[in-house]
């Protein structure tokens, strides 16, 4: 069966960096873009990166963009988010997904989803 497993989330300062990581088993990993989306408690779940299946093209949230980077090793079938300058207001648990479509910004598009991983960012 398809798995997404998150990992490197942790408690961080404001400021500091995190590197997300997303490994994929049981699909073929390079059919698929590869999407993050992040849910703070109380809040919908939103939409903060996507990258295609080659990892040529990438497409971001405004309130990311410039601070994390999305990447793929199709080798390793592992999908990155490198995330800079990290703000209190980032706190949220950390999905990966997959998707049919690039770019794709609607959670209810995605085909598979990982079990989060908790990213909380102090001031």
């Known amino acids: 069966q398809v798995q997404l497993v998150e990992s490197g989330g942790g408690l961080v300062q404001a400021g500091a960096s995190l590197r997300l990581s997303c490994a994929a088993s049981?699909?073929?990993?390079?059919?698929?873009?590869m999407g993050w989306f992040r849910q703070a408690a109380g809040k919908e779940r939103e939409f903060v990166a996507a990258?295609?299946?080659?990892?040529?093209?990438?497409h971001y949230a405004d309130s990311v963009k410039g601070r994390f980077t999305i990447s793929r090793d199709n080798a390793k079938n592992t999908v990155y988010l490198q995330m800079n300058s990290l703000e209190p207001e980032d706190t949220a648990v950390y999905y990966c997904?997959?998707?049919?479509?690039?770019?794709?910004?609607?959670?209810?598009?995605?085909?598979?989803w990982g079990q989060g991983t908790q990213v909380t960012v102090s001031s």
């Open positions: 990258i295609s299946r080659s990892g040529g093209s990438t």
């Open positions: 997904a997959a998707s049919g479509r690039f770019p794709n910004i609607r959670s209810t598009s995605y085909d598979y």
């Open positions: 049981g699909l073929t990993f390079s059919n698929y873009a």
